[in-house]
């Protein structure tokens, strides 16, 4: 079980380009959650999806972001016309349910915007 | 939801001591505790949880205690060894709710 994948590891996008972060949960779980770190703070929920719906995009910006999980392929987390601000670390995590028992995190992606 | 936090953002502990590190939360109805470590360039790995009908949970070389009256938890590391310098998040959860609320983060430090 190679866990939560999530690619790439490392992203740079110039001011107003669009940044797709990708993320495979584990085999045999169908809920997946962003979550997005700023340096030196905690982790902040983003969204939860499960296969081809979205449950709870309550801590997503309203504007340039999006996320997806389609029935086929992996989720992403799309940022469209990125700032400065959106450099982060975004994880995504999944479990088997709608809980946080099996949480289990990816090594997530770090978007650097200059 | 909840809001949880640590105490001190850094802590620094000799190699072989034992080290305890605080969280406070500010939701009475929170169930749920889980503490997490994150090395540098990973995501967090899960280390143990509490549910909020224990007071304390042990695991290998780490001990989770859970005092409800005051909303603070703490996670004790027994025999600090370098491979525990890493950042340490405290999480919580309500009832029914599939988020996580993280704390800031404290850094440990070994020293050799």
């Known amino acids: 079980n190679a866990g939560v994948m999530q690619n790439p590891r490392h992203l740079v996008r110039r001011r107003g380009q669009e940044a797709r972060l990708r993320c495979s949960p584990m085999k045999g779980h169908s809920h997946v959650y962003w979550y997005r770190q700023l340096p030196e703070e905690g982790l902040k929920f983003m969204v939860y999806l499960q296969k081809e719906n979205i449950i709870d995009e309550s801590g997503m910006p309203k504007e340039r972001f999006s996320a997806e999980f389609p029935k086929e392929g992996p989720s992403i987390l799309r940022i469209q016309q990125v700032v400065r601000g959106d450099s982060a670390a975004y994880f995504c995590a999944s479990s088997p349910s709608a809980e946080p028992y099996g949480y289990t995190f990816g090594s997530g992606t770090r978007l650097t915007v200059v | 939801g909840e809001n949880v936090g640590l105490h001190l953002p850094t802590l620094s502990v000799q190699e072989g001591d034992n080290s305890i590190i605080n969280c406070a939360y500010s939701n009475s109805a929170s169930d749920y505790f889980i503490w997490y470590k994150q090395e540098s360039g990973k995501g967090p790995q899960f280390i143990i949880d509490i549910r909020s009908n224990m007071d304390k949970r042990q695991g290998q070389r780490v001990t989770v205690l859970l005092n409800k009256t005051v909303k603070h938890l703490s996670l004790q590391i027994a025999a600090t060894q370098p491979g525990d310098s890493a950042v340490y998040f405290c999480?919580?959860?309500?009832?029914?709710?599939?988020?996580?609320?993280f704390g800031a983060g404290t850094t440990v430090t070994v020293r050799a």
């Open positions: 999480a919580g959860t309500t009832p029914n709710d599939y988020k996580l609320s």
